[in-house]
């Protein structure tokens, strides 16, 4: 009997399905920015570089837990405005690298990149290889958004030992409710199928509302951002004896948790302090 309570003791608890949600296009509106921000769960924005509030927002989002990402603008098949920090394949190696890096420096807390459109430049091996030397420089991860299936992001940036994700589903191509719940429906079945899903959505007030009522809802599925997803295969190849690029962010995940910590602390603090004025 103890032995057979021994083998079923040591059995391993199947991981759950993990789901990550990225929310790209922050910047331009504090308010919808914000609600995102404060939904509570951990989820991964991206960030437009020099956006009016891109900076403000990246501050809060790292306090609340979430990984902050750069939504770099990549040149696209449509000639749609890019604005401020667009890399395009006319830009030579200089300029790109620099506008790129500018870009890096404008988001605070950054643990990776993704593109903002890009279904033009993601298909150019030598402009998206510049991207990748720089990621490296970083030590940052990098996310494919998938604009286009012709894409060479994903498979350079393996080539290039980064740590790597790309997209799934796209959540909020229609606002209306119907769309909405059958495109989060999609990704989790994915999510169940295969142990994890990408989904994006953006900022839409449409996106944030239904986020709001689904997460709380969400059975046997894990939310997770996209740094501790990579950060958790990491340690799985590590166990597996299998040979490891080194990455920062793998490293100084600690941080994370007690910045959280500290951000609670300093609140409870706040909390506190201000019952004590208020005793007679």
Do not use: C
């Not at 309570?5 to 040591?10: H, K, S």
């Not at 296009?25 to 891109?54: C, E, S, W």
């Not at 969400?218 to 004896?241: G, M």
């Amino acid at each position: 009997m103890l032995s057979g309570f021994g083998q079923l003791a040591a059995q391993p608890t199947q991981p759950l399905p993990q789901l990550i949600i990225i929310i790209d296009d922050i910047g331009n509106n504090y308010q919808l920015g914000k609600r995102i921000v404060d939904l509570p769960a951990p989820m991964t924005l991206a960030f437009l570089p020099h956006t009016p509030f891109a900076a403000k927002l990246a501050e809060q989002s790292y306090l609340s837990g979430k990984d902050n990402i750069l939504h770099a603008p990549m040149e696209n098949t449509v000639a749609a405005p890019l604005g401020p920090g667009a890399l395009t394949q006319d830009m030579n190696q200089q300029a790109f690298t620099s506008t790129l890096n500018t870009s890096i420096a404008a988001i605070p807390h950054i643990q990776g990149i993704n593109n903002h459109m890009g279904s033009a430049l993601t298909q150019l091996p030598e402009p998206m290889n510049w991207v990748m030397d720089t990621l490296k420089q970083h030590q940052l991860y990098f996310i494919d958004s998938l604009t286009t299936s012709q894409s060479v992001g994903f498979e350079l940036a393996k080539q290039h030992d980064i740590p790597v994700l790309k997209r799934d589903v796209f959540l909020d191509n229609d606002v209306s409710a119907e769309a909405l719940e059958k495109q989060w429906q999609q990704a989790v079945r994915l999510a169940r199928k295969r142990g994890h899903a990408v989904l994006i959505g953006h900022p839409y007030k449409e996106t944030s509302a239904f986020l709001q009522q689904a997460i709380p809802e969400l059975e046997n599925v894990e939310l997770i951002t996209a740094a501790d997803f990579l950060l958790r295969q990491a340690w799985q190849a590590f166990a597996s004896n299998e040979a490891l690029p080194y990455n920062r962010y793998w490293l100084n995940q600690h941080k994370k948790t007690q910045r959280i910590d500290n951000n609670k602390n300093q609140k409870q603090s706040q909390y506190d302090a201000t019952l004590i004025s208020q005793l007679p």
